[in-house]
């Protein structure tokens, strides 16, 4: 039997109604915080960035029992944060399976000789034992340094991502830093992100940002001369070339971009950080800690930015202008309108493949929010969202980018999606790796939103269309009408008709 609801929230309150009713009374009560539809209506001439009322419980543990896409403390450090620094190595201390399972996924993207000078994509690791849980790995853990400052002399510094048996036994890696950079006249840092701590790989994000205050800045007498228009790139971390693609924009409109956390970073750029003129931050939540720090340390005002689709590519670099004077903003216009024939072209392309199609999101970071508007773009109406480690005020952010009804969900469980894909049915879900088979299997086009499948960049103008071609690729692809569903064809078998292949 088929439904009708007089509007998408009617529809969206029944979901949520129906997945609730599935629960025991206690973990209904506790589940039914986390789901909730956007209240207000987005008012596109407000600032996206500003609070509105989209409140939803977030940030707290999952409910045991259920299926979450969450990761731990020790990813938001190492794979999120840390990893993606090209000139140092990263040692995952402990056992070798989350060394193994953080290594390499993301596509950062880098510059350099990989083992000579770059580092990203090797793995190194203390590979713990049984004996070194009983007896300690501070000694295990001095001669990997040590190996590692022979084998890689051309390393500028080395970083120690606990692991969650390091807490538990209690090894003093700040002692074994201190040795260590002694010894080799190199920098070492410390890193206590058990996987243990926290709810999610959030507070990962935040250990690792206060390893950087407590370890990296202030450190050195740095031989920098700072310039008006230097600005750090914070939270782009140059997913299949996200941020090149944006360097390329900030450059042109005549900025200096002598920083970018940490997609193709180096040691230097995150050492010299400090002296830039402007932070500008994409990834929020990874990096909102370092760049507060820095506006009340050294008085560098930071601001966010959003250079997924062309709307918000414009607004961007006029805000970001606005804060350097009429020079820069008049640069800004010139490469706005110098763009617009591209823009237009992809737009011309696509609207009439794409447009009124409904997209499902389910993300970490900043794009559940951060990509609405490049869907918009394309014609395309975003009707779920939500965030796999969000904060409060993530989802207040999410407001201004949001319809009203659009139906938010924080740290959905694996049942909850399901049930929602399947009362929805839109033509396409952005989400991760470990979602994207299950959804195909539903007979979904899919898109994997953290790495962008192998494919980007997706920021800036070129990037916008890549990602309009990539979602076109999803949707429009012929493969979805080439098959039916098992028991449809059991069906069709039992009545002697012959079964499509």
């Not at 589940?31 to 008012?43: F, G, M, V």
């Not at 390499?104 to 000579?116: D, E, H, K």
């Not at 506006?295 to 961007?316: C, L, R, T, V």
């Not at 962008?452 to 076109?472: C, E, K, L, N, Q």
Request: hydrophobic content about 35%; aromatic content about 10%.
């Amino acid at each position: 039997m088929t439904f009708k609801y007089a509007n998408d929230s009617d529809l969206h309150a029944k979901l949520i109604a129906d997945v609730l009713s599935q629960y025991p009374d206690k973990a209904a009560k506790r589940r039914s915080k986390h789901l909730s539809l956007a209240t207000s209506e987005k008012d596109a001439g407000e600032d996206p960035n500003a609070i509105s009322e989209c409140e939803v419980k977030s940030n707290i543990k999952s409910v045991p029992g259920v299926m979450t896409i969450r990761g731990c403390a020790y990813a938001g450090s190492k794979g999120v944060v840390w990893g993606p620094i090209k000139d140092m190595v990263h040692i995952s201390h402990g056992p070798v399976g989350c060394g193994q399972y953080s290594w390499s996924q993301r596509r950062n993207y880098y510059v350099g000789l990989t083992g000579i000078d770059t580092f990203v994509t090797m793995q190194f690791t203390s590979d713990f034992q049984e004996k070194d849980i009983v007896f300690g790995g501070d000694k295990k853990l001095e001669n990997v340094i040590d190996e590692i400052a022979e084998l890689f002399p051309l390393s500028n510094g080395v970083t120690l991502q606990s692991e969650c048996p390091i807490g538990l036994i209690g090894d003093d890696i700040e002692a074994v830093a201190r040795k260590k950079a002694k010894e080799h006249a190199t920098t070492v840092v410390p890193v206590r992100c058990e996987g243990f701590r926290g709810v999610s790989q959030s507070l990962g994000h935040h250990i690792a940002n206060d390893a950087i205050r407590d370890w990296v800045f202030d450190k050195k007498d740095i031989k920098f001369d700072p310039g008006p228009y230097d600005v750090n790139v914070i939270g782009d971390y140059n997913i299949g070339g996200d941020a090149w693609a944006s360097r390329i924009l900030l450059e042109e409109i005549g900025l200096r971009v002598v920083g970018n956390w940490s997609g193709d970073a180096t040691l230097a750029e995150v050492e010299r950080a400090p002296r830039a003129a402007l932070n500008l931050i994409h990834c929020y939540r990874s990096m909102n800690y370092i760049s507060r720090h820095m506006e009340e340390k050294y008085g560098i005002p930071w601001m966010e930015y959003n250079f997924f689709g062309h709307s918000q590519i414009d607004a961007s670099l006029r805000d970001i202008a606005k804060h350097f004077g009429p020079e820069i903003q008049e640069k800004a216009e010139k490469v706005i309108a110098k763009y617009q024939p591209l823009v237009w072209a992809v737009i011309d392309k696509y609207w009439q493949r794409l447009s009124g199609k409904r997209v499902m999101l389910y993300v970490g970071g900043l794009r559940p929010r951060h990509v609405v508007t490049a869907y918009e773009d394309l014609g395309m109406e975003i009707v779920g969202t939500g965030y796999e480690f969000g904060h409060g005020d993530d989802y207040q952010r999410t407001g201004h980018y949001v319809k009203e009804g659009t139906l938010i969900y924080d740290d959905v469980t694996g049942y909850e999606l399901e049930k929602f894909i399947e009362g929805i049915r839109p033509d396409l879900v952005g989400s991760g790796v470990k979602e994207k088979y299950p959804v195909q299997k539903m007979g979904i086009p899919f898109r994997q939103m953290h790495s962008w499948d192998y494919s980007g960049p997706y920021h800036g103008y070129d990037g916008f269309s890549i990602f309009a071609r990539d979602m076109d690729m999803a949707i429009n692809n012929p493969v979805w009408g080439l098959y039916d569903a098992p028991w449809k064809n059991d069906r069709a078998s039992a009545d002697g008709s012959s079964m499509r292949t």
